[in-house]
């Protein structure tokens, strides 16, 4: 029997490591120099063995970083838009750290950042505001199962705080939710929002949150709150990586998507992961 090429027994070598757990999700592998001294193969076989692996979803390379082991990621399914007679629309931070919790996976979120500027004409644009308002801005992290899954940040008009509504300021988690805090304090309330959906390459800076190859895939939801009057009253931003998010778009009344619960006895443990709330761009 002829024996299989080098590059296949240093990639076999390579995924036994992996599923012994020598090689950890996430771990980085040795360097190529590392791995032609290891087997005491040239560099095209290396590069062919890490092929076979990247083709296999195993490893992927990062550029400028080296080659990574793949993250077995579950996707958190997320249902965009909530019963369209509640009038609603708004959520909060504790609303999603519940509802990741009540599918048996953990949540966690950072302490929001918040700073003063001009956003990008894109924001300003949304908060029908001159292209030189500053806005209140608040950013926030998230994670699933000590996974980064999203970046948020959300835009206020700054005349909101003049009006009385100071907690926006504040580098901390509004107890109830910006949009519930806006009602009961300036009387400002949401009673719609539209979900403007794009997807694109990861900038730097998400790249290296999200742990992401430069080609790597994100969604972009623009969620955009409006009053009573049919005035914007924020603009939330929410960054998703495609490898670990899906999204349900419901329409009118509709059943639960039974077809999860089918899959569940498949994959025992991915009905869960349906995210019947909207949680989706939920502002901080």
């Known amino acids: 029997m002829a024996q299989r090429p080098m590059y296949q027994q240093i990639a076999e070598d390579l995924r036994a490591q992996m599923k012994s757990g020598v090689l950890k999700p996430g771990a980085q592998l040795p360097t190529e120099l590392e791995l032609r001294d290891r087997y005491n193969s040239s560099r095209n076989t290396i590069r062919d063995a890490i092929k076979r692996l990247t083709s ?33 629309g708004g959520g909060e931070s504790t609303k999603y750290l519940s509802e990741v919790n009540r599918r048996n996976r953990r949540a966690d979120l950072t302490t929001p950042r918040v700073e003063l ?21 608040r950013h926030e ?50 009673v719609g929002y539209r979900d403007w959906i794009t997807a694109r390459v ?14 790597a ?3 972009e939801i623009f969620r955009t709150g409006f009053d009573e009057t049919g005035m914007p009253l ?19 009344k509709v059943p639960d998507p039974e077809y999860l619960l089918a899959d569940e006895a498949e994959q025992p443990g991915e009905a869960e992961q349906a995210d019947e709330a909207e949680q989706a761009s939920e502002p901080v």
């Open 141 to 190: 992290q998230r994670f699933i199962d000590d996974i980064p899954w999203s970046l948020q940040t959300s835009f206020y008009p700054m005349d909101f705080v003049t009006k009385g509504a100071v907690q926006l300021l504040i580098a901390d988690h509004i107890e109830g939710g910006a949009v519930h805090y806006l009602a009961e304090t300036i009387d400002v309330r949401q």
């Open 117 to 137: 500027r001009v956003p990008p004409a894109e924001i300003t644009r949304r908060l029908r505001v001159p292209p030189d308002t500053q806005a209140v801005i």
């Open 234 to 252: 924020r603009v939330t931003v929410t960054v998703f990586p495609a490898d670990r998010n899906q999204f349900i778009v419901n329409i009118g």
């Open 56 to 88: 296999l979803g195993l490893v992927e390379t990062r550029p400028g970083q080296g080659t990574f082991v793949t993250r077995r990621i579950d996707p958190f399914v997320t249902v965009l838009n909530g019963d369209p007679k509640s009038g609603g």
């Open 217 to 219: 895939t994100v969604f």
């Open 202 to 215: 990861p900038d730097g800076n998400e790249q290296s949150f999200f742990e992401l190859a430069h080609d």
